[in-house]
């Protein structure tokens, strides 16, 4: 492969700077195979589903993961949780800009110049630091300093804290939200569940790797970094028992192709989904449109082979909204 395989033209009036209200209101790309893509509504997604479906979320939370700090010479810095590292989300694997200059034990302060947390050192890879809150709980400090970590491709300030979260999200500890998720309200997953299409969740911590573009000449050549994952007993079931199985969104696919790899209902994955994956679990991928040269385009190619472009095309074509407070396209793989 080629980093060429996996870049496209994305011009900046494609990338939506704020969600649609309502949340359904976003427009689905129906994948068709051979046949002109189907335009429609996130809305509509009961009417492409069939009996024996399963629905499968990923529940993480988003954690308010940047927190605007200061070294003690006075000195701006940001800190970016990446994934708690312990159950008290006392200390944490983070991103700290600058961080060149970082002093081992630094402690970084406040804007009332109280002490926040500790710098200890860097990540095993060199291009993350381990954290350490002073304050006695965390999460209280980290709602009150935090601030959403939208992606930097955003630049409108997001009015409502809310709109970067699930409906369902349940326990925060991503440091991006799975944006798939982000269409659905209660109202359309009522309806979903009274077609008698069950909707079963797992977790997948999003961390690092959202934020990390290939840049390597063979994109399979690129290291990806692991992420927590948990597929629970009743999930699987009712996956395994599925007629089709539809993972919204690239995170959920990540959990379940990763039992499917390695018999393990839950740790950390490394799996990374490239041209040539056999896909044993997921059958229907709901997604957003993603950046060029991401290890998630890569996804979609495995899944859908090279008519992602076709699908891309259409959607630059009809003007829809793209990355993560745009649009969606509904995946089937058995169309290749």
């Not at 700090?69 to 810095?77: E, I, K, N, P, T």
């Not at 060199?126 to 930097?152: A, C, N, S, Y």
Request: aromatic share 6%.
């Amino acid at each position: 492969m080629r980093l060429s395989d996996i870049d496209y033209q994305l011009p900046d009036r494609l990338i939506a700077q704020v969600p649609l209200e309502p949340r359904d209101s976003a427009r689905l790309l129906v994948d068709q195979g051979s046949s002109v893509p189907r335009d429609a509504a996130v809305r509509d997604l009961p009417q492409f589903l069939c009996d024996g479906d399963v629905l499968v979320v990923n529940d993480t939370k988003v954690v308010p993961a940047r927190l605007h700090l200061a070294r003690a010479s006075g000195g701006a810095v940001e800190v970016l949780l990446l994934e708690p590292l312990d159950e008290t989300h006392r200390t944490w694997e983070a991103l700290v800009r600058p961080g060149r200059k970082m002093k081992p034990a630094e402690t970084l302060l406040g804007d009332n110049g109280a002490p926040v947390v500790v710098v200890h050192g860097r990540g095993e890879k060199g291009d993350t630091f381990r954290i350490e809150f002073v304050h006695p709980d965390p999460k209280r400090l980290i709602d009150r300093l935090g601030e959403m970590p939208l992606p930097p491709y955003i630049t409108q300030r997001l009015g409502d804290q809310s709109r970067y979260q699930t409906v369902y999200a349940r326990d925060a500890k991503s440091a991006a939200a799975p944006t798939a998720g982000l269409h659905f309200t209660p109202e359309l997953l009522a309806q979903i569940c009274s077609m008698g299409i069950a909707v079963v969740s797992v977790e997948l911590v999003v961390g690092l790797d959202t934020f990390a573009p290939v840049t390597v000449d063979d994109p399979r050549d690129h290291v990806i970094h692991t992420e927590s994952y948990c597929v629970p007993a009743e999930t699987l079931a009712a996956v395994e028992a599925a007629r089709r199985v539809v993972a919204v969104g690239t995170t959920a696919t990540r959990a379940l192709e990763s039992v499917a790899a390695t018999g393990k209902t839950s740790g950390r994955t490394d799996l990374f989904i490239t041209p040539g994956f056999e896909f044993r679990h997921v059958d229907v991928l709901l997604t957003n449109f993603h950046m060029p040269r991401t290890t998630l385009l890569l996804m979609i190619s495995a899944f859908v082979g090279e008519r992602w472009r076709d699908l891309y095309g259409h959607a630059a074509r009809n003007e829809y909204r793209f990355l993560s407070f745009g649009d969606a396209m509904l995946l089937d793989r058995s169309l290749r």
